[in-house]
């Protein structure tokens, strides 16, 4: 079983719509999440990161946490052309441990 | 104008040289981290560093090597030894929040060709 399963995408969504990106983890030791998105090309830049169960909102942005199911999602409220790029999923044990990267979902938004 | 800066943009390298990537911060972190990504994968953490003049191989550290002489400073040596190493290189700096968190931030990448 992979450390960190995302869905390669593309995930394609009409512009003002909800996206919505998934992510399960096998550690169950992860203590925190953290959310970036890369654009072609580019380097990945942090969005959000999160700590406790539940939901935490920033902006058009919330993450979502399970620690249970093992799951942690990102919803894009109102998707712009400009939201278009791969989100990389990563949980992290704590300390000393190493961050574990996703592949990341590729995020389409349509005009 | 606080930051990672990776140099250079662009490399190209003939097969059995030996190229040495660039990675400097100004940040103050603790913690400099070196990762490939190829098309259609993950991240992958080469070699990582929490303090100066210590580091730790990471899951893909044969055909690299890397020194941290200064904390400001962690570069990237890909040696011959590196049957593949056609990639974009990421650097990352990391510093623990009071809650004994890394958060990492990324420089702006080496995209590296053998020619």
């Known amino acids: 079983q992979k450390e960190v399963e995302q869905n390669s995408g593309p995930l394609s969504v009409p512009e003002g719509a909800i996206a919505s990106l998934n992510c399960t983890y096998s550690?169950?030791?992860?203590?925190?999440f953290f959310w970036y998105r890369q654009y072609s090309g580019k380097s990945p830049e942090l969005i959000m990161s999160?700590?406790?169960?539940g939901d935490k909102e920033d902006g058009r942005f919330t993450a979502q946490l399970n620690k249970a199911s093992q799951y942690v999602s990102l919803l894009i409220r109102d998707s712009q052309p400009s939201d278009s790029a791969t989100y990389l999923c990563a949980p992290y044990l704590g300390g000393y441990q190493k961050v574990t990267f996703g592949i990341g979902t590729k995020l389409q938004v349509i005009p | 104008d606080g930051g990672i800066t990776q140099s250079p943009k662009y490399l190209f390298r003939k097969e059995g040289q030996n190229v040495t990537l660039s990675c400097e911060q100004n940040l103050n972190h603790d913690a400099m981290y070196w990762y490939r990504q190829d098309p259609g994968q993950g991240l992958r953490l080469i070699y990582y560093?929490?303090?100066?003049?210590?580091?730790q191989k990471g899951d893909i550290a044969e055909g690299y090597s890397v020194s941290r002489e200064k904390k400001e400073s962690f570069p990237l040596t890909v040696t011959s030894a590196q049957k593949n190493p056609t990639a974009f290189y990421l650097c990352?700096?990391?510093?623990?929040?009071?809650?004994?968190?890394?958060?990492?931030?990324f420089g702006p990448g080496t995209r590296l060709t053998v020619l």
């Open positions: 560093s929490q303090i100066v003049n210590d580091f």
């Open positions: 999160i700590y406790s169960n």
């Open positions: 990352a700096s990391s510093m623990k929040d009071l809650l004994l968190t890394d958060t990492q931030y």
């Open positions: 550690d169950r030791g992860s203590q925190s």
